[in-house]
């Protein structure tokens, strides 16, 4: 066979083994991607994003706005836990634009399984659902109450049956208790094996009450005794809950948007219960979308996959992108074409920007600068 031949040959067959091994090794990464992002203000599968209903009593209805332009939340599509990408895939990723390569681990970690993340992602959202009515509600200085709620009850764990998602804790051992880390601190008092005893207001009693916009009344309390058990790998006493503080609202307000998970969409969130709850319009008509968890106190926190949401709202038409201050430099190194990136530390913040660009007072704006 002729050297040339040969060599071409060869040089195939390795072009083709490269493919073939691209193509089958499986590499510990996964992909995150521009996710769908939906406008607070409007309409999701045929319902409204929020939804600000009157509640009965002697509060009075609350006063509702219209509302025109876009404060639209942002989410990041990610590949799913069990999906390992392929080395040709990864270098792909790597490559693309639209696209962040990122260790499988980051996204799921080792010690969670699948089901774990998706949990806590889901109670994330709840959280920060509450967070923005919170914040919007005092923003408006508007009355709110809050208590303490059992947030989930693992399954299997001491509690499982005695207490509930939902639940309001009053006092544990006799000791009233008003902040959700009051709850842990009482049970660790005791040995494991030792019985704590919870007063409580069922979960059903709770959401009676705040549909008349109520504060769960003491009268339906109840006592829980729970039997403690051991802390994997301490000897310490737990009961398997997570504890929230959960609020009472004036009136109701109902977020409906499936299949969302984290508490990164908490400022729009907020913004949009303002908007409707208030005479001005405040994007005055403009395409703003954003990201970034809040407080109860109104204080806007960073978020994973800034790359991919400023990308995904500059595709879906927004000009205007509220950026965490945290996140902000690394938003500002890939800032898509015709997005301007606002840096954002509150609700304060928020609603100056909002302001400043429903005025066309944008050279005003504080935008993000890369590094």
Not at 55 to 84: A, C, F, Q
Not at 181 to 202: A, W
Not at 245 to 274: C, N, Q, Y
Request: proline fraction near 6%.
């Amino acid at each position: 066979m002729p050297r040339r031949t040969a060599t071409l040959l060869a040089s195939t067959l390795l072009l083709i083994a490269m493919l073939c091994a691209g193509v089958l090794i499986k590499v510990p990464y996964a992909e995150m991607s521009p996710g769908p992002t939906v406008n607070t203000l409007g309409v999701h599968d045929g319902d409204p994003v929020l939804n600000i209903k009157d509640k009965p009593g002697d509060k009075g209805e609350p006063k509702k706005y219209d509302t025109s332009g876009h404060l639209n939340m942002t989410t990041v599509r990610v590949t799913g836990s069990e999906y390992h990408m392929t080395l040709l895939g990864a270098l792909s990723g790597w490559v693309s634009d639209d696209s962040l390569v990122v260790p499988h681990k980051t996204l799921y970690p080792e010690d969670k399984s699948a089901e774990e993340v998706d949990q806590e992602n889901a109670e994330e959202f709840t959280a920060s659902q509450e967070s923005a009515k919170v914040a919007a509600l005092k923003e408006l200085d508007l009355p709110v109450s809050s208590y303490v709620a059992v947030g989930s009850v693992e399954k299997g764990a001491p509690a499982h049956k005695r207490l509930h998602a939902g639940d309001a804790i009053t006092a544990v051992d006799g000791k009233p208790v008003s902040q959700p880390e009051q709850v842990g601190l009482v049970v660790r008092m005791h040995k494991p094996g030792e019985k704590v005893s919870f007063t409580v207001i069922p979960a059903a009693e709770v959401k009676a009450a705040q549909k008349e916009g109520k504060k769960p009344s003491s009268k339906d309390e109840e006592k829980v005794t729970v039997r403690t058990g051991k802390t994997k790998g301490k000897n310490t006493a737990r009961v398997g809950i997570t504890t929230m503080l959960s609020h009472t609202f004036p009136f109701e307000i109902d977020i409906k948007l499936a299949d969302i998970g984290g508490p990164s969409a908490g400022l729009m969130f907020a913004l949009g219960i303002v908007d409707k709850l208030t005479p001005t319009d405040l994007t005055g008509g403009k395409f703003v979308a954003g990201t970034g968890t809040i407080d109860d106190s109104g204080k806007v926190g960073e978020i994973g996959g800034i790359q991919m949401k400023t990308l995904a709202a500059r595709k879906k038409g927004a000009r205007f992108f509220l950026t965490p201050a945290g996140n902000c430099a690394t938003a500002a190194k890939a800032r898509p074409d015709g997005l301007t990136l606002v840096k954002t530390s509150s609700m304060d913040d928020a609603l100056s920007a909002l302001q400043k660009i429903r005025k066309g007072e944008t050279d005003k704006l504080s935008r993000c600068k890369a590094p």
